[in-house]
């Protein structure tokens, strides 16, 4: 967790920019409507999350002035626990439906994301401050005392302000009776800044995983795993403090120009920041991407270099010469798991000079639509977008590909930062449930793939269950397939060319080395 991490303070006291302060017509029991809307004799109101107790109160009695940023914030939040929607899907349409400007969106953006990445430690600390388990409290209550929290602890929101306006915001959506429990337990939380309350938590503590998953807002098995993952791909386990921090950073958007279609010229010059490893890229924090030349007509994307150079590593590693002529035919890729179409956009641009054809996969019908509008930038001659199960490409398609990328479904452990509610979403047992099908369709494309050509297996974790031991399950009783030096194609189309991510014929990517997303890769190309 680190302290002060807004870009900017809110300690104003009250609703500021468009929207409209006056009316809550947001998610999580909103009166909405202008207060014309009646509660039943039980103080019971439907919402999203379904039934849920609030007030008694009637209507005359509460304030309806919430603060349009932290109503955004309270909507986001209600989602994600009620729904299990992702944060950054419902963020950018909430924004738009109360008008945020330019400012109260970046403030409701951090109030959201800081308190879904610190709800670990929030969650300790409130457990110290409320009279009952969080548990028993209702879940909207909850959500807006870790609002509160995180502007107390990990903002630099005025305390007044802080307590004011989440007082506001409960008393608007939920009703009198719970705001003053929320003014009680965050005058307590107050009391102390965060360092202060992480030496209650961890004071008398001597294991070092319980210590880290307090400290750091993370899962302890996520912390054990990231050790165990350091180790696993040769780095020091003194490592894990600063690898847990940049989860809990606040990442900026990364972006690529198409090769050959899009240029960054413009975006450069409105803000953006160089990409630092990946060529053709930037980094973008001004706010709202979709003003930005490029993004509209999809020659722009928004990408994590990790993602980028993992799809530029395959499409520039060597091909072997057994059972191939290059001169042939232009060579056929695979995407096997194409959905949303990010990497496959990248792919199909970067084989462009050379007549590649791409065949994107995905199995979900969907998802297979982002991928043809991901794609659409891109000749249609030149790719083709099916919906099927990747599991039978090796079956269906025996040799028929140069280049296969396999971008398994996975637990994202190496996305935390980006996506701070997968976190607490996920169980030690998706790793068993998930491991079948990485291994089956990293199988697949090990048949799919033609004599000399390569196969990129890809996770956005760095779990070792879902990375070298994945490969090293399929790649046995397999010896016509050797394993390249990964970290050196990456280093090949890398910026600076030096990013020190190999170990073994493995690479792995760090968000606290790189910048990136923990991006795992192995290549491994057929002999014979």
Request: proline letters at 6%; aromatic letters at 4%; charged letters at 25%.
């Amino acid at each position: 967790m680190t302290e002060g991490s807004a870009r900017g303070s809110r300690g104003d006291g009250g609703p500021r920019g468009s929207g409209e302060p006056g009316r809550s017509t947001g998610s999580g029991g909103q009166g909405g409507q202008g207060g014309h809307r009646r509660r039943d004799d039980q103080g019971r109101e439907r919402n999203r999350g379904g039934q849920r107790k609030f007030s008694g109160a009637a209507p005359s009695q509460r304030t309806r002035r919430a603060d349009p940023a932290r109503l955004v914030a309270f909507e986001v939040l209600r989602a994600v626990a009620a729904d299990d929607a992702y944060a950054n899907l419902v963020l950018p349409a909430s924004i738009r439906k109360h008008r945020l400007d330019r400012r109260d969106a970046a403030f409701a953006t951090e109030l959201t994301y800081g308190a879904l990445r610190g709800q670990g430690t929030y969650d300790a600390v409130l457990a110290r401050c409320v009279d009952r388990p969080l548990d028993q409290l209702d879940p909207a209550v909850l959500d807006a005392l870790r609002i509160g929290v995180h502007q107390l602890l990990g903002m630099r929101v005025p305390a007044h302000a802080a307590l004011d306006q989440t007082v506001a915001l409960v008393r608007a959506v939920i009703g009198a009776g719970p705001s003053s429990l929320v003014n009680a337990v965050l005058r307590k939380v107050s009391a102390r800044d965060l360092q202060g309350w992480i030496d209650v938590l961890v004071g008398g503590l001597t294991d070092p995983v319980r210590i880290a998953s307090l400290t750091h807002s993370h899962p302890e098995w996520i912390v054990r795993a990231f050790r165990q993952a350091l180790v696993a791909h040769g780095r020091d386990v003194s490592e894990l403090e600063a690898l847990l921090a940049a989860d809990n950073a606040a990442p900026m958007v990364h972006l690529v120009a198409l090769p050959g279609l899009g240029t960054l010229e413009q975006v450069l010059d409105d803000g953006a920041e160089p990409g630092r490893v990946a060529p053709d890229s930037a980094y973008y924090s001004g706010g709202d991407i979709s003003r930005l030349p490029g993004i509209g007509t999809g020659t722009i994307r928004v990408q994590d270099s990790g993602s980028q150079l993992v799809a530029r590593a395959l499409a520039a590693v060597e091909l072997g010469t057994d059972g191939r002529d290059s001169a042939d035919r232009p060579e056929r890729w695979l995407d096997l798991c194409a959905g949303p179409g990010g990497k496959s956009a990248l792919l199909s641009a970067l084989g462009q000079d050379a007549g590649v054809h791409l065949v994107a996969n995905e199995p979900v019908p969907h998802r297979a639509q982002l991928v043809r509008q991901a794609l659409r930038p891109l000749p249609e001659a030149s790719w083709t977008v099916r919906v099927g199960d990747g599991r039978e490409a090796g079956r269906n398609e025996p040799e028929e590909y140069d280049r296969v990328l396999v971008d398994a479904p996975c637990t994202g452990l190496g996305a935390l930062r980006r996506r701070p509610e997968a976190r607490w979403r996920r169980r030690p047992a998706d790793l068993v449930e998930l491991a079948p099908l990485q291994r089956d369709l990293l199988t697949a494309a090990l048949d799919a793939v033609a004599p000399g050509g390569v196969v990129a297996y890809v996770t956005c974790s760095p779990h070792h269950a879902e990375t070298d031991v994945v490969v090293d399950d399929c790649l046995r009783g397999r010896p016509e397939f050797e394993r390249l030096d990964a970290g050196a194609a990456l280093d090949a189309v890398s910026i600076g060319g030096a990013l020190d991510a190999g170990h073994g014929a493995s690479a792995q990517l760090w968000p606290h080395i790189h910048g990136t997303d923990a991006m795992y890769l192995a290549l491994l190309r057929k002999t014979a």
